[in-house]
């Protein structure tokens, strides 16, 4: 019996040395899918564990800069990254996974039938999008109303959300009637049963072009670049591909 444990606690102690962790910044529109990501990569690596912090991609770029302890940074804008590499705060290149949608998106009224334009009618008095200022769905959302010639006649009613996931909350909760949100969203299983939504046409804005990478602070932990392989797998496509985001052609996300 004795020598049963002992062999028991050699074994524990073994995997608790060979256990890994790692951070991961993430778009808050990466919410639900890498979720999923997660729960699949934790299958073939049940002993390691991978903690996602979801977010605005601009404060995750300023606060890595700043010395934050995240291993992987997976933005919702490829400028951030490329700034990183650039700066030296990355242990990799930047690797594009995905291109993001915008859609209008509303639990109180028929977004399905409604366009840009619409936003501008008086009915409406509270519009939510994520800030320009750090959240690139913002700075596209902008870039989209002004674009069709709205801007000067919505600004006022504009209420910000600090990223994507809260501007969501804004529309839900009644905060505001409608939103500019990302697809991923509002497919989720949060928002799809309580609201519509209408994709807003890609030339109204910049690409959504998302890239990520392995941070300086993670170039020699294992299960870093381990998961950055595993966002290359068909399952990773087929799960990003169901929340709604465009795909590059071939394997895409590992580095």
Known sequence: MKTLLMFCCLVSAVSTVHAEKITVAAAADLKFAMDEIVSEFK?????????????????????????????LFFSADMAFPRELVKSGFAASEV?????????LWSGALDASKMTLADLADAAISRIAVANPRHAPYGKRAEEALRAA??????ESKLVYGENIA?????????????????????????????GSYRLIPDDLHEPLEQGFIVTARAGAKGLAWRF????????????????????????AGAL
């Open 166 to 194: 809260h501007t969501a909350q804004l529309v839900q909760t009644g905060n505001a009637q409608v939103g500019i949100l990302a697809l991923s969203l509002a497919l989720s299983p949060e928002l799809s049963p309580k």
């Open 149 to 154: 010639g709205v801007w000067d006649q919505v």
């Open 95 to 103: 690797k594009l996974y995905a291109w993001g949608r915008t859609v």
């Open 228 to 251: 950055a392989e595993h966002m290359g797998s068909a399952s990773v496509r087929e799960v990003m591909s169901k929340h709604g985001f465009v795909l590059p052609a071939g394997s």
């Open 43 to 71: 299958k073939s690596n049940p002993t390691d564990e991978v903690e996602v912090i979801y977010g605005s991609s601009g404060k995750f770029h300023a606060q890595i800069r700043q010395g934050a302890p995240y291993d």
